[in-house]
T-cell receptor, first 116, second 115 residues
Framework: AQTVTQSQPEMSVQEAETVTLSCTYDTSESNYYLFWYKQPPSRQMILVIRQEAYKQQNATENRFSVNFQKAAKSFSLKISDSQLGDTAMYFCAFMKLFQGAQKLVFGQGTRLTINP | DTGVSQDPRHKITKRGQNVTFRCDPISEHNRLYWYRQTLGQGPEFLTYFQNEAQLEKSRLLSDRFSAERPKGSFSTLEIQRTEQGDSAMYLC?????????????FGPGTRLTVL
């Protein structure tokens, strides 16, 4: 079974700083996707970024980028120029492909607070 | 796209009562998922539909839980004889085989409180 570990329960940075959230996962699969989702307080989960395991290039979406280290099974999220609206729970998630339900396996989350 | 919608957003019930939640996926999404999220935790998979077929159920889904997706459109999740341990946020997500295939888009959730 796959597991996802987020070792930082809480983080706090000042607005405009850069912050990196850590995620490691355990799998014997070779075909999979990794995701970061954001869940603002009392609001719904939204996709931040997605990485396909077969791609060597790290995914980037505006201020959000990942550092995907497949051999190390590490998938960190970097948020540049952080904004107050980035305050949320961030979940790392794993999805294996091509076998049955492509369900997401989530980590326990990192609560990120951006301070003015 | 109008996004995934869920109804109700909040439900308070007494132990032993039955409750039913509804999820409307993004139109034309053929895959639908239910997850459960307890306070301070990441969501956990409950069950999965491809079109109208329920293809996988988690061990978390006891026999008090049942889910349906008639005609491959909206889905319902029913919990019979609710227990206090059922208190959680129930999330629905949908995905398609088109652009951004396999990316799941989540609804706002139904927060269940069992007294």
């Amino acid at each position: 079974a796959q597991t996802v570990t987020q070792s930082q329960p809480e983080m706090s940075v000042q607005e405009a700083e850069t912050v990196t959230l850590s995620c490691t996962y355990d799998t014997s699969e070779s075909n999979y996707y990794l995701f970061w989702y954001k869940q603002p307080p009392s609001r719904q989960m939204i996709l931040v970024i997605r990485q396909e395991a077969y791609k060597q290039q790290n995914a980037t979406e505006n201020r959000f980028s990942v550092n995907f280290q497949k051999a190390a099974k590490s998938f960190s999220l970097k948020i540049s120029d952080s904004q107050l609206g980035d305050t949320a729970m961030y979940f790392c998630a794993f999805m294996k492909l091509f076998q049955g339900a492509q369900k997401l396996v989530f980590g326990q989350g990192t609560r990120l607070t951006i301070n003015p | 796209d109008t996004g995934v919608s869920q109804d109700p957003r909040h439900k308070i019930t007494k132990r032993g009562q039955n409750v039913t939640f509804r999820c409307d996926p993004i139109s034309e999404h053929n895959r639908l998922y239910w997850y459960r999220q307890t306070l301070g935790q990441g969501p956990e998979f409950l069950t999965y539909f491809q079109n109208e077929a329920q293809l996988e159920k988690s061990r978390l889904l006891s026999d008090r839980f049942s889910a349906e997706r008639p005609k491959g459109s909206f889905s319902t999740l029913e919990i019979q004889r609710t227990e206090q341990g059922d208190s959680a946020m129930y999330l629905c997500a949908s995905s398609s085989t088109g652009v951004m295939t396999d990316t799941q888009y989540f609804g706002p959730g139904t927060r269940l409180t069992v007294l």
